[in-house]
Nanobody, 114 residues
Framework: HVQLVESGGGSVQAGGSLRLSCTGT????????MAWYRQAPGKQCELVSS???????YYSPSMKGRFTISRVNHKNTVYLQMNSLKPEDTALYSC?????????WGQGTQVTVS
């Protein structure tokens, strides 16, 4: 079955960087659109960035220029490089795929910026 496992979160100071990873099993990531979402306490879940099967990226306007999404298909892994982090980037970050009409989420990785 499909599983997504995120890693790479942590605590950093404002202006710092983190790279999140999401590794998938049970499906072929090269055929899939992948996305990163985040949710902060008391706030709605929001789309951070996505990348389609052609590796075309999309960024939420507040992340554009600071975050970079990429994928390595032979590793079945998608990355989110986050630079110039701000306290308002503090959230639980989770990756998502809708492979074959499904709706799959990872367990999330916490990012805390102080």
């Amino acid at each position: 079955h499909v599983q997504l496992v995120e890693s790479g979160g942590g605590s950093v100071q404002a202006g710092g960087s983190l790279r999140l990873s999401c590794t998938g099993t049970g499906f072929t990531m090269s055929d899939s659109d992948m996305a990163w979402y985040r949710q902060a306490p008391g706030k709605q879940c929001e789309l951070v960035s996505s990348i389609n099967s052609a590796s075309t990226p999309y960024y939420s306007p507040s992340m554009k220029g600071r975050f970079t999404i990429s994928r390595v298909n032979h590793k079945n892994t998608v990355y989110l490089q986050m630079n110039s982090l701000k306290p308002e980037d503090t959230a639980l970050y989770s990756c998502h795929t809708n492979w074959f009409c499904g709706n799959y989420w990872g367990q999330g990785t916490q990012v805390t910026v102080s």
